[in-house]
């Protein structure tokens, strides 16, 4: 069974950067494209991007581009999240997520519990 753990939440200030990990376990990571999502309990979940099977394309969208970058390292079975430039309104629990399919309408088999991510003003 496909199991994901994040790892690297915590308290930032505002303007402060932070790397989220995700490790899948339990299967073949680079048959999956993988995705991080946000959820606060006002705004609802929110997709942050999506990169590729060997990590060749990303995709993000705009509330996040040019902040957001995701990267993987398919030997490690890990897919990462560097943020920057937080701001109170990225506060939120990170998730990550695997697809067999690509892309920012892909829907996702399997999803991670999440890491809190808070940043102060």
Do not use: H
Not at 24 to 42: E, H, I, K, S, V
Not at 54 to 67: A, I, L
């Amino acid at each position: 069974q496909v199991q994901l753990v994040e790892s690297g939440g915590g308290l930032v200030q505002a303007g402060g950067s932070l790397r989220l990990s995700c490790v899948l376990r339990g299967g073949a990571f680079d048959n999956y494209a993988m995705a991080w999502f946000r959820q606060t309990p006002g705004k609802g979940r929110e997709f942050v991007g999506t990169i590729s099977y060997g990590g060749g394309k990303t995709y993000y969208p705009d509330s996040v581009k040019g902040r957001f970058t995701i990267s993987r390292d398919n030997a490690k079975n890990t897919v990462y999240l560097e943020m920057s430039s937080l701001t109170p309104d990225d506060t939120a629990v990170y998730s990550c997520a695997a697809s067999t399919d690509y892309g920012p309408a892909a829907a996702y088999q399997y999803r991670g519990q999440g890491t809190q991510v808070t940043v102060s003003s």
